[in-house]
DNA sequence: CTTGTGACCCTAA
DNA sequence: ATTAGGGCCACAA
């Protein structure tokens, strides 16, 4: 695994005896394919439920709010290609560094899916 | 373009 | 066991 919990980064215990959330088996595993997106590239919140077999987009995003701190957590865009709610900007300026480029759209900016969608 | 609706499936309480 | 709700999605209208 290329990424880290950020309580455990921060010297944390990962234990359930302190009282910190553990990521389940599911997390864990959106963690891990989103950790693998190689810069410069994008999944939607549904391919990424999509190659773990299940059909929980809705249960990606919740991980990524939660765990996904230590995750590149801005290469996981909605179905239309919009950045992450929330996280807008940040996300922006984060994929315009990588070299993606971003279409005009009128609720903001769009990833151009057909360009940059990790093929995998 | 916008809103509303219904289904989905996983998590936390 | 049950419930409520989410960084979603597709399909209306």
Redesign the pocket.
Known sequence: MTWTWPWVARGLPADRHTGH?LP????ERVLDLVAAIPPGQVL???DVAERLG??????V??????F?AGVP??R?V??GGEL????EREAAGLLVAEGVRLLP???GLRVDLVAHRWPG
Request: charged share 10%; glycine share 18%; no cysteine.
């Open positions: 959330v389940t088996p599911f997390a939607t919140y549904g299940t059909r929980a987009p809705r249960a995003g919740s991980t990524l709010a939660r996904g957590w801005w996981v909605r179905a992450p709610a929330g996280h759209g009128a609720g």
